[in-house]
Protein backbone atom coordinates (compact mmCIF):
# COMPACT_ATOMS: atom_id res chain seq x y z
CA UNK A 1 0.00 0.00 0.00
CA UNK A 2 2.71 2.09 0.69
CA UNK A 3 4.35 2.04 -3.01
CA UNK A 4 1.06 2.39 -4.23
CA UNK A 5 0.40 5.67 -1.99
CA UNK A 6 3.77 7.09 -2.94
CA UNK A 7 3.31 6.43 -6.57
CA UNK A 8 0.31 8.40 -6.97
CA UNK A 9 0.69 12.15 -7.81
CA UNK A 10 -0.83 14.48 -5.39
CA UNK A 11 -3.69 15.46 -7.64
CA UNK A 12 -4.99 11.93 -7.10
CA UNK A 13 -5.77 11.81 -3.60
CA UNK A 14 -8.75 14.59 -4.14
CA UNK A 15 -10.05 12.24 -6.98
CA UNK A 16 -12.61 9.67 -7.08
CA UNK A 17 -11.70 6.91 -4.96
CA UNK A 18 -13.72 4.00 -6.23
CA UNK A 19 -15.93 3.66 -3.00
CA UNK A 20 -19.60 5.74 -2.39
CA UNK A 21 -18.89 9.05 -3.19
CA UNK A 22 -15.00 8.88 -1.52
CA UNK A 23 -11.94 10.54 -2.70
CA UNK A 24 -8.66 8.32 -2.83
CA UNK A 25 -7.55 10.27 0.40
CA UNK A 26 -10.32 9.37 2.39
CA UNK A 27 -10.67 5.37 0.93
CA UNK A 28 -7.31 5.28 2.11
CA UNK A 29 -7.95 6.52 5.31
CA UNK A 30 -10.66 4.22 5.78
CA UNK A 31 -8.47 1.23 4.98
CA UNK A 32 -6.17 2.65 7.66
CA UNK A 33 -8.33 3.12 10.57
CA UNK A 34 -10.05 0.34 10.02
CA UNK A 35 -6.84 -2.04 9.61
CA UNK A 36 -5.34 -0.22 13.06
CA UNK A 37 -8.90 -0.66 14.78
CA UNK A 38 -9.52 -4.12 13.70
CA UNK A 39 -5.98 -5.41 14.73
CA UNK A 40 -6.24 -2.96 18.32
CA UNK A 41 -10.14 -5.21 18.76
CA UNK A 42 -7.98 -8.51 18.39
CA UNK A 43 -5.06 -7.59 20.61
CA UNK A 44 -7.40 -6.35 23.22
CA UNK A 45 -9.61 -9.91 23.26
CA UNK A 46 -6.29 -11.72 23.23
CA UNK A 47 -4.80 -10.13 25.86
CA UNK A 48 -8.06 -10.38 28.03
CA UNK A 49 -8.31 -6.73 28.10
CA UNK A 50 -12.10 -6.13 26.02
CA UNK A 51 -13.25 -3.07 27.26
CA UNK A 52 -16.48 -3.42 29.06
CA UNK A 53 -18.37 0.08 27.31
CA UNK A 54 -16.64 -1.19 23.73
CA UNK A 55 -19.24 0.03 21.44
CA UNK A 56 -20.59 -1.03 17.85
CA UNK A 57 -18.54 -0.85 15.08
CA UNK A 58 -19.55 1.53 12.24
CA UNK A 59 -19.31 0.58 8.90
CA UNK A 60 -17.68 2.10 6.19
CA UNK A 61 -16.77 6.14 7.45
CA UNK A 62 -14.15 7.63 4.81
CA UNK A 63 -11.20 8.88 6.57
CA UNK A 64 -9.83 12.72 6.15
CA UNK A 65 -10.34 14.74 3.30
CA UNK A 66 -7.73 16.77 1.80
CA UNK A 67 -4.39 14.87 3.12
CA UNK A 68 -1.23 14.95 1.76
CA UNK A 69 0.67 12.25 0.87
CA UNK A 70 3.27 12.19 3.87
CA UNK A 71 0.12 12.22 6.37
CA UNK A 72 -1.09 9.00 4.59
CA UNK A 73 2.33 7.58 4.56
CA UNK A 74 2.61 8.35 8.34
CA UNK A 75 -1.09 7.06 9.00
CA UNK A 76 -0.10 3.90 6.69
CA UNK A 77 3.30 3.39 9.07
CA UNK A 78 1.12 3.98 12.36
CA UNK A 79 -1.67 1.52 11.33
CA UNK A 80 1.30 -1.18 10.31
CA UNK A 81 3.08 -0.55 13.83
CA UNK A 82 -0.58 -1.21 15.07
CA UNK A 83 -1.02 -4.82 13.22
CA UNK A 84 2.61 -5.54 14.27
CA UNK A 85 1.73 -4.87 18.10
CA UNK A 86 -1.55 -7.05 17.38
CA UNK A 87 0.20 -9.97 15.63
CA UNK A 88 2.52 -9.55 19.03
CA UNK A 89 -0.33 -10.10 21.41
CA UNK A 90 -2.35 -12.46 19.82
CA UNK A 91 -0.03 -14.89 18.86
CA UNK A 92 -1.27 -17.77 20.59
CA UNK A 93 -4.38 -16.74 20.98
CA UNK A 94 -5.57 -17.22 17.32
CA UNK A 95 -8.73 -19.52 18.05
CA UNK A 96 -9.61 -17.19 21.43
CA UNK A 97 -13.49 -15.13 20.24
CA UNK A 98 -13.35 -12.04 19.99
CA UNK A 99 -15.99 -9.78 21.07
CA UNK A 100 -16.15 -7.13 18.22
CA UNK A 101 -19.34 -6.28 17.45
CA UNK A 102 -19.20 -5.35 13.74
CA UNK A 103 -22.70 -5.40 11.50
CA UNK A 104 -21.21 -6.32 8.44
CA UNK A 105 -18.66 -9.16 9.30
CA UNK A 106 -20.34 -10.17 12.12
CA UNK A 107 -18.42 -12.25 14.89
CA UNK A 108 -14.73 -13.63 13.88
CA UNK A 109 -11.73 -15.05 16.58
CA UNK A 110 -8.95 -12.53 17.26
CA UNK A 111 -6.53 -14.51 14.29
CA UNK A 112 -9.65 -14.23 11.85
CA UNK A 113 -10.15 -10.46 12.67
CA UNK A 114 -6.07 -9.79 12.25
CA UNK A 115 -6.73 -11.82 8.70
CA UNK A 116 -9.76 -9.99 7.54
CA UNK A 117 -7.81 -6.46 8.59
CA UNK A 118 -5.49 -7.91 5.08
CA UNK A 119 -8.51 -8.43 3.08
CA UNK A 120 -9.75 -5.28 3.81
CA UNK A 121 -6.61 -4.20 2.90
CA UNK A 122 -6.12 -5.75 -0.32
CA UNK A 123 -9.91 -5.06 -1.70
CA UNK A 124 -9.15 -1.34 -1.27
CA UNK A 125 -5.75 -1.75 -2.75
CA UNK A 126 -7.16 -3.13 -5.68
CA UNK A 127 -9.42 -0.35 -5.73
CA UNK A 128 -6.38 2.15 -6.07
CA UNK A 129 -4.96 -0.33 -9.14
CA UNK A 130 -7.86 -0.01 -10.78
CA UNK A 131 -8.16 3.26 -10.44
CA UNK A 132 -4.15 4.04 -11.48
CA UNK A 133 -4.97 1.79 -14.38
CA UNK A 134 -8.15 4.23 -15.53
CA UNK A 135 -10.72 1.40 -15.35
CA UNK A 136 -14.34 1.90 -15.72
CA UNK A 137 -15.09 -0.26 -12.59
CA UNK A 138 -12.49 1.30 -10.40
Known amino acids: MGEAVAALPQAAFAAPGGEAD ?67 AVAGHEQDACPLDHPVVGPLRCGEWLLFAGVHDLMHLEQLHRLRAGSPSG
Open 22 to 88: WTVAEALGHTMEARRGLSLAASLAASGRWPADAGTVVPSVPGPAGVTRDQLLERLSRSQAQVDRAAT
